[in-house]
């Protein structure tokens, strides 16, 4: 499996009224920011939130060949789809599901408006034919079930076929009812909803390798669930002063170790990772293992706090590693290691130039997210000017890439973007006077298996494969 994507693009729009095609209107309205994407296990369905409270669900459909134009091999272009053709195994994403997760809500007793804004989802393992996920707000947490009806009943003994009663003097036999084919329905129904636990706003959640519990953490607070019980959770790690004055740190993500069921780590806003052993005890407020990287004080400044605070934290898929992305890099940390991180990598080392201006405009507290591709080999994360970058742990090579609508036409070639800091600038690059940061990709998602990456670009979704002639 390469490293980087080269040629395939689907890309989706998302709006009120559904998910469809890229359109060339330009204004769109809040709640369609999609605000986190998600592969399944096996990466053949793809959710998506959005602001509005709306999940919307692609569906691989393996059934439909594929027909690919392009030439060399790091290169991305746009999917064409051709039904005369056999199957090369890829495929493409359809929508399967969408389905309103969240409303607005209202807390009388602290006169707060609550968000729809969906603000993580998790699957869980298929277990069945149906597929279940958890999504969240800032409040409160739901457990989906989404399943496929492709039969009815017909045949009913107290009611007609459209729904009306009959009149019971007029039944006079015993039907059996029959199932009778029908089109495909699919269905999304809340099987748990997991309210009341956090009194600050759900940053994340993540699923335990026991697949019967899972976290959800707060700016100060982490907890435990079990996916039978709605009633109550364990709290494991309450960070809260008793002078909220004396706070000095909170908590920006956690995550459950991808083996061990007992072990996770959370980040805090003062740029460390915390790792914790929940057989040490309930209340896991002793770390086992504490990772911080010195500071150099010679490149200390105003902003120096803000932007190492931890934006994300991903344990790989072997458990050796851990990824973090703070503001300006991403750093993977050796779980044995706790002095420093054994890789940095430079995101976009050219803003630091700019933090003023970031920090007026509110953008230097951009949430960015990172992820692992399938054999841990390669990260990406997102920057600004709809920017992704993406970094070969091996090769120690890099390329940032863009999700534009360029990108998005027929047999259109992506091609590697560069920044220009300053001096004279070549053709095929960019100044970063003329970045626009209100293009920024937040949120990415790498398949488990494949070569194939979800990159959410403000209202737009665009999916890029590696495809091998």
């Known amino acids: 499996m390469k490293c980087f994507p080269c040629n395939f693009s689907q890309v989706f729009k998302t709006s009120a009224s559904g998910t469809n095609s890229l359109m060339s209107r330009s204004?769109?309205?809040?709640?369609?920011?999609?605000?986190?994407?998600?592969?399944?296990?096996?990466?053949?369905?793809?959710?998506?939130?959005?602001?509005?409270?709306?999940?919307?669900i692609f569906q691989r459909e393996q059934e439909v060949g594929n027909e690919f134009e392009f030439s060399g091999t790091k290169k991305l272009i746009y999917f064409c789809q051709s039904k005369s053709r056999p199957h090369h195994g890829g495929g493409e994403y359809n929508v399967y599901s969408t389905f309103q997760s969240h409303e607005p809500e209202f807390d009388y007793l602290k006169s707060l408006e609550i968000e729809e804004k969906i603000n993580k989802i998790r699957w869980l393992p298929q277990q069945n034919a149906a597929h279940f996920l958890l999504s969240t707000n800032d409040k409160t947490i739901k457990l989906w079930k989404i399943s496929e009806r492709d039969k009815r009943a017909e045949g009913y003994n107290l009611k007609e076929e459209d729904g009306r009663?009959?009149?019971?003097?007029?039944?006079?036999?015993?039907?059996?009812?029959?199932?009778?084919?029908?089109?495909?329905?699919?269905?999304?129904?809340?099987?748990?909803?997991?309210?009341?636990?956090?009194?600050?706003?759900?940053n994340s959640i993540s699923v335990n390798s026991d697949y019967e519990t899972y976290l959800s953490s707060d700016d100060l607070r982490i907890n435990l669930w079990h996916l039978e019980i709605t009633?109550?959770?364990?709290?494991?790690?309450?960070?809260?002063?008793?002078?909220?004055?004396?706070?000095?740190?909170?908590?920006?993500?956690?995550?459950?170790?991808?083996?061990?069921?007992?072990?996770?780590?959370?980040?805090?806003?003062?740029?460390?990772?915390?790792?914790?052993?929940?057989?040490?005890?309930?209340?896991?407020?002793?770390?086992?293992?504490?990772?911080?990287?010195?500071?150099?004080?010679?490149?200390?400044?105003?902003?120096?706090?803000?932007?190492?605070?931890?934006?994300?934290?991903?344990?790989?898929?072997?458990?050796?590693?851990?990824?973090?992305?703070?503001?300006?890099?991403?750093?993977?940390?050796?779980?044995?290691?706790?002095?420093?991180?054994?890789?940095?990598?430079?995101?976009?080392?050219?803003?630091?130039?700019?933090?003023?201006?970031?920090?007026?405009?509110?953008?230097?507290?951009?949430?960015?997210?990172?992820?692992?591709?399938?054999?841990?080999?390669?990260?990406?994360?997102?920057?600004?000017?709809?920017?992704?970058?993406?970094?070969?742990?091996?090769?120690?090579?890099?390329?940032?890439?863009?999700?534009?609508?360029e990108s998005s036409k027929p047999r259109a070639i992506l091609k590697p973007r560069k920044v220009c800091t300053g001096g004279k600038r070549k053709k095929d690059e960019i100044s970063v006077d003329s970045l626009d940061f209100n293009k920024k990709i937040l949120h990415t998602a790498w398949h488990p298996k494949e070569n194939i990456i979800a990159v959410a670009a403000t209202n737009h979704l665009y999916i890029f494969q590696d495809k091998v002639n």
């Open 27 to 56: 204004s769109f309205d809040q709640a369609d920011i999609i605000s986190t994407v998600e592969f399944n296990y096996s990466g053949d369905l793809l959710a998506t939130g959005d602001k509005g409270g709306r999940v919307v």
């Open 231 to 405: 009633d109550r959770s364990f709290n494991i790690v309450d960070v809260k002063p008793a002078n909220m004055e004396e706070l000095t740190e909170v908590i920006t993500a956690a995550e459950c170790h991808p083996h061990q069921c007992n072990v996770f780590a959370y980040s805090s806003s003062k740029g460390t990772i915390r790792l914790c052993d929940m057989r040490a005890g309930a209340l896991c407020d002793k770390h086992s293992k504490f990772f911080e990287e010195p500071e150099d004080p010679s490149s200390r400044s105003f902003f120096s706090e803000i932007i190492s605070s931890i934006s994300d934290v991903k344990f790989s898929h072997n458990g050796r590693y851990m990824m973090t992305r703070d503001y300006l890099s991403v750093k993977v940390w050796d779980v044995n290691m706790e002095t420093r991180p054994v890789e940095t990598y430079q995101v976009h080392e050219y803003l630091r130039s700019k933090l003023c201006s970031l920090y007026e405009n509110d953008c230097i507290f951009d949430k960015f997210e990172c992820c692992w591709n399938g054999l841990d080999s390669a990260i990406m994360t997102g920057s600004y000017n709809n920017f992704f970058r993406m970094f070969d742990r091996n090769t120690k090579r890099d390329i940032t890439l863009e999700a534009s609508r």
């Open 165 to 202: 009663f009959r009149d019971p003097v007029r039944i006079t036999t015993l039907r059996v009812p029959v199932l009778k084919p029908m089109d495909l329905m699919v269905e999304a129904s809340p099987r748990r909803i997991f309210a009341n636990a956090h009194t600050y706003h759900i």
